[in-house]
């Protein structure tokens, strides 16, 4: 959905003790790729724990216009009858993303190399994001994109028709372009090579041989290597998807900044791709504790146990962590506000291009909550104020983005004063149950 409606302020305000059993909903990035992997399957993709929020019920909508028939049963769970590879038919409406990177990126991808035309668009977080990090390797395959300046949405792509198979670096650290170039390699003839510098989540990967594809992945020296065989016959699957550990960290680094928590996380997919916030906490000194670890769809699961934690101190985070965990910077900023000393936070260039510029985001507000921050084009370094807290007592705005709204609730918590944003509305995204799940375990987030 482009637009988020009025906004709907919302403010924090400290708290007792964070305590109970936070179930975190479905991992995003799982949710998309498991309703477009299952629209290019032939047959019943069935799917558990999908993420009921914004972002993945518009690339459901998408789905349905390419042709794929998807289903919400009454017990919760989702059912995906696919058209195959290559199948798509053309839709016969703009395609709207809404706030969604992953969604609009990877849809391109697989659309790219069908002869159909498709034009997308999204709110206005959205179409202000680079596109061309995307469109730039699809026009290898043979697809022509037309955008806005700068390659912004809304943009019409035209798929290839007679597609050839590429061979690609991505220059950036992205699961979502390397994910477009792998589902645009589908449906091309050959091998299709991904070559990424820095490991990124690799949830496509993954998937795309649980669901009978040919891939490989080999650590070469240029980096890892991914080649796919195209036009393969995708098997429909039952699919599981785990909660989310970006959407855990929320409940997680409110428990360790409030005096007296303890909170458990259960069910927390520990992929090392996307767990580096947990490592980082740990090496700060908080007081998280992994539980009940095991093995669940191929990947480590673990109960995740945070406890108030008064003695945290600031770190210097290595930047090579940065893509395992590049969705937590901004809540682990707040933790940093409220640790003893500095945390130093490079390689980071990545968060001035989501859904906000992160670091602008997270440094007006915790500035104007008292807090000290330092940035530069790629790092950012917050002075912690130690367990005497934040002062808060600011409105905060959260840019249309889900993660700086939640995030400085999150601060609220532990403040001296309520801290407050302008519209909470992006939190529907990723977390619709966000404020539910935190005041049951003791929070005070309130509309207005
Ligand atoms: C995602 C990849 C990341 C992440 C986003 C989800 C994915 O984006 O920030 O929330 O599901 O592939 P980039 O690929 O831009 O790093």
Not at 89 to 111: F, H, K, W, Y
Not at 248 to 258: N, Q
Not at 356 to 383: F, Y
Not at 403 to 409: G, K, P, Q, T
Request: net charge negative; hydrophobic share 40%.
């Amino acid at each position: 959905m482009s637009g988020h409606g009025t906004p709907l302020p919302m403010t924090s305000s400290a708290c007792g003790p964070l305590n109970g059993v936070a179930e975190v909903p479905g991992d995003k990035s799982i949710s998309h790729r498991s309703l477009i992997l299952g629209a290019m399957a032939v047959g019943e993709t069935r799917i558990t724990g999908l993420l009921e929020g914004e972002d993945v019920l518009d690339t459901a909508k998408a789905m349905r216009a390419f042709g794929a028939e998807v289903t919400r049963h009454d017990d919760g769970s989702w059912s995906v009858h696919g058209v195959g590879v290559g199948g798509f038919a053309e839709p016969d409406q703009v395609i709207d993303c809404g706030n969604s990177g992953t969604g609009v990126r990877l849809i391109m991808g697989t659309m790219a190399t069908s002869p159909i035309t498709v034009t997308f668009t999204g709110d206005a977080s959205l179409n202000g994001r680079p596109m061309a990090r995307v469109t730039d390797p699809l026009a290898l395959f043979g697809a022509q994109a037309v955008g806005r300046n700068g390659g912004r949405l809304p943009m019409t792509i035209v798929g290839a028709a007679d597609p050839v198979p590429v061979r690609y670096e991505v220059p950036v650290p992205s699961a979502q372009v390397k994910s477009a170039v792998l589902l645009a390699g589908l449906n091309a003839p050959g091998q299709t090579v991904v070559i990424e510098k820095e490991a990124t989540r690799d949830h496509s990967e993954r998937m795309l041989a649980g669901f009978g594809a040919e891939i490989s992945v080999e650590e070469s020296e240029d980096g890892r290597v991914i080649t796919l065989t195209g036009r393969p016959e995708l098997k429909p699957q039952v699919i599981a998807v785990p909660r989310d550990p970006s959407s855990a960290a929320f409940p997680v680094c409110a428990a360790l900044i409030t005096p007296g928590s303890d909170v458990l996380v259960p069910g927390i997919g520990l992929n090392p791709t996307r767990a580096g916030l947990f490592t980082t906490l740990r090496e700060m000194g908080a007081n998280l504790t992994y539980e009940n670890e095991r093995e669940e769809g191929g990947e480590p699961v673990a109960d995740l146990r945070a406890r108030f934690s008064p003695d945290m101190k600031g770190i210097v985070v290595p930047a090579e962590r940065a893509a395992s965990m590049i969705d937590e910077y901004p809540v682990l900023s707040v933790v940093a506000a409220n640790s003893t000393g500095k945390t130093m936070m490079g390689g980071v260039k990545e968060l001035r291009v989501k859904e906000s510029d992160r670091i602008d985001a997270m440094a007006r507000g915790l500035r104007a909550c008292g807090v000290t921050i330092e940035e530069g084009e790629d790092w950012w370094e917050v002075t912690g104020l130690g367990p005497q807290g934040v002062p808060g007592g600011a409105v905060c705005e959260s840019f249309l983005d889900h993660r700086i709204a939640m995030s400085f609730m999150v601060l609220g918590m532990a403040a001296q004063a309520p801290v407050s944003v302008d519209d909470g509305n992006p939190i529907a995204t990723s977390f619709p149950i966000f404020e539910p799940l935190l005041n049951g375990l003791g929070a005070r987030v309130k509309r207005g």
